[in-house]
Every structure is written in structure tokens, then in C-alpha cells.
């Protein structure tokens, strides 16, 4: 088996955002030139690029890009299944292994969404999550299914819904920090968040993602490569991908224990064991949150609290940059920076490790990705700097 621990590394990043239905350029349009973007970031010249790796049911069929970057050859093409969230952390694992094997030499990790092209992302979503079953009993939404899974982690397992409060001040804390987010220089009061209103009980608006138009691209490449580049590299220590007996939404987790949780439970030892890390390991969280309760979950699932204990660990204090010891979303997440179906994440894991995040972790050599919680297939990654 190959070791991928350090061996691949991202070398350059793009990211543009506009407010929904706003993008100045159909879908493709925005995402050549994030890609471009990241090509500048990183020194390297955009026809070089070999493979292309996205999640999500991205449209952006890589042959259709090749034209406008100039590419010169095609190597490596591959998308992670499912509609949702849950393969971000994934899409990383193939791009990685299309460079560890030799078949591909630099593979950018993309996600594209401009509303006006594409549609709005619930149908994207709702196409894979939503089967006849559900519909049939009026659950017509992620956040319906969603809402249902937190009432379960809030009666039985007894977490405490203040809890999302915290998570969701921490995200608006940093949003408004960061010039490039929806939040940003907007003061922020637990208040609108108590009396916004309703979208699925118990989720009210702040309780939600957002949609945005917009793309994200990250240029991975071997860690020998990045080195001879412009930025410092930030190497991918470990990625896992997948689910367990009992998971899914044709089974509606049918498993007591698993309905609550966001099911990273079935990853989590694979993805510390191939870094060689424990969750005391990590400086820094970049938490994909599709809704508050499940970004809770998603904590719980990677070990960093549990049912008994998480009222101590998800508060404000502790969750934001620089003084928190588990900073999470320093960007502002999908709730304040804004929501290209979590793509927003990945470049914050690589900005907070490069030292540019917009709220500096001191001396961060960690960051835990983890990807959309409840999906299908979910899947996390661990990125890291210096020496592993």
C-alpha cells in the first residue's frame, strides 16, 4: 500500500464569491479564471495541468475547460459520487492518487456553482438525498431530514441546543473579520439568530448555509514539485472517504446509533491512523456546515468532544482565532463567508496553514477539512506544514 502521508501538497489557490444570481460570467467563465487564479498563486502555468478532480455533481466537465487554460494534455479526470457536501474532503484523496501512481502530474480540486447556469444547489442535493419514499412523506428538503436528525441529538443523546449558538457565533465572530465573507464588518447578535425565521424546526435562518455564486480551485501537486514553486506547501497528511453497514439514505440510517451522528464515525480511525495523529493533534477545524446541529455532530463524530462533555468544548471562547484551543471555521464557514457548496473549507484549510487567513491561528501546523456531515458518503482530510 502507498503511504500518502506528505507526499502530495496544494501549491495554489483560487477562490472568487458573489452574492447569488450576481456572477459577472457563466459558470465556466468563473471557474477558468479561479483556476487561473490558482495557477498564479502557485507560479505554474495553467496549460501544465493534467487533471482535473470535482465533487457534488459539479457540471464542469474538464474536456469543455481545456480550450480557454490551453491544456496540453488530459490525464486524469474523476468526480467524487453524490450531490451533496460530503465528497470535498474526498475529492483530495483522488487527486492524490492520481499523482502518487504517476498518472497525473499536477490535478486541480474544483467546485463551480453559478445559480444561473446551473440551477440552484437544492436540486442538486435533493437529486441524491431525497428518494420517492421521502417525498411521498412530504420531506421535500435536506433541511426537513436534517431537522429531524437534530431533534434526535437534542432529546436523546441530551446536547444541548445552545450549543449551535456557540458554533454559530464563533462562524459570524470570524465573518466579520474577513473581507472576503457575506459577514464581514457586520455586528453579529445571538438575538437575530433566536428570532429569525423558521425553516424546518428546529433550524431557523441562522441555523442554515447559504448559497453563493462562485468557484474554488486548489493545485495539488507532488510535495517535491511544490517546493521549486512560489508558496509554501502545504502537504496532505491523510484523506478518508466512505460509510459503514447501516448508512444511507435509502436506509434513512436505520441504525439507532448512527441517526443522530453526521457519520463520520466510520472514517475517523482510518483518518487519524493514516496521518499518525489524534484529534488533540489538530490546531485548527475547517467544519463544512450544512446546518448548525450537524456541524455539532461533526465535532462529536472526530473525536474532538462527546454526548457528555460538548457543552465544555463547542463555546464561543474556545471555538475562535487567536486565543481558542479548537478554531473552527476561521473564514466564517458556509454560515458567514459565504457557501460554493463548501469548496470555501478547503481554501481556508491551506490559507490558515500558509498563515493568510483573514484570523491568524498562531503557529498552526494542522488543520482537519472535514466534509459535508449526513451525506451518503462523507469524507475528511488532514492538512499539515513543515516535517510529517
Known amino acids: 500500500m502507498i503511504d500518502p502521508r506528505g507526499k502530495v501538497a496544494v501549491a495554489g489557490l483560487g477562490y472568487r464569491q458573489y452574492k447569488r444570481g450576481s456572477a459577472p460570467l457563466p459558470e465556466r467563465g468563473v471557474l477558468v479564471q479561479t483556476i487561473v487564479d490558482a495557477c498564479e498563486d502557485a507560479g505554474f502555468d495553467p496549460a501544465l495541468i493534467d487533471g482535473f478532480v470535482s465533487y457534488g455533481d459539479d457540471k464542469n466537465e474538464p474536456v469543455r475547460l481545456m480550450p480557454d487554460l490551453g491544456t496540453k494534455e ?119 439568530a433566536r428570532t429569525s425565521r423558521w425553516i424546518a424546526e428546529p433550524f431557523r435562518l441562522f441555523d442554515c448555509s447559504r448559497e453563493n455564486d462562485g468557484a474554488g480551485a486548489l493545485l495539488l501537486v507532488s510535495s517535491e514539485l511544490a517546493k521549486d514553486l512560489r508558496k509554501p506547501p502545504v502537504k496532505l497528511l491523510s484523506v478518508a472517504q466512505g460509510t459503514q453497514k447501516g448508512w444511507g439514505d435509502l436506509l434513512e440510517n436505520d441504525d439507532a446509533d448512527l441517526y443522530p451522528t453526521a457519520g463520520f464515525g466510520a472514517i475517523r480511525e482510518r483518518l487519524y491512523g493514516q496521518a499518525g495523529l489524534t484529534p488533540q493533534d489538530i490546531d485548527v477545524v475547517q467544519l463544512y456546515e450544512n446546518f448548525s446541529a450537524q456541524g455539532v455532530a461533526s465535532l462529536i463524530d472526530h ?15 474556545n ?36 498563515g493568510e487567513s483573514a484570523n491568524p491561528v498562531p503557529d498552526a501546523r494542522t488543520c482537519l477539512l472535514a466534509g459535508g456531515p449526513g451525506a451518503p458518503t462523507i469524507s475528511s482530510a488532514i492538512f499539515g506544514t513543515g516535517d510529517f
Open 74 to 192: 488530459l490525464n486524469w479526470s474523476a468526480q467524487v459520487w453524490g450531490g451533496g457536501g460530503g465528497g470535498v474532503a474526498g475529492a483530495f484523496g483522488l487527486a492524490s492518487a492520481a499523482i502518487l501512481t504517476g498518472q497525473a502530474r499536477a490535478v486541480v480540486v474544483f467546485r463551480a456553482l453559478v445559480e444561473g447556469s446551473s440551477g440552484r444547489l437544492s436540486a442538486a442535493v435533493m437529486a441524491h438525498h431525497l428518494n420517492d419514499h421521502m417525498v411521498s412523506a412530504g420531506l421535500v428538503a435536506p433541511a426537513q431530514i436534517c431537522a429531524m436528525r437534530a431533534q434526535r441529538l437534542f432529546e436523546y443523546h441530551g446536547v444541548p441546543q445552545s450549543v449551535c449558538e456557540e458554533l454559530i457565533r464563533a462562524n459570524y465572530f470570524h465573518g466579520s473579520r474577513n473581507p472576503e465573507a457575506i459577514a464581514y464588518g457586520k455586528p453579529f447578535d445571538i438575538a437575530q
Open 303 to 317: 473525536g474532538f468532544c462527546t454526548y457528555e462533555n460538548v457543552a465544555e468544548v463547542i463555546r464561543f471562547d
Open 319 to 354: 471555538l475562535v482565532a487567536p486565543g481558542g484551543k479548537l478554531p473552527v471555521n476561521t473564514s466564517g464557514g458556509n454560515f458567514a463567508q459565504g457557501f460554493v457548496h463548501g469548496i470555501g473549507c478547503a481554501v481556508e484549510a491551506v490559507r490558515v496553514l500558509r
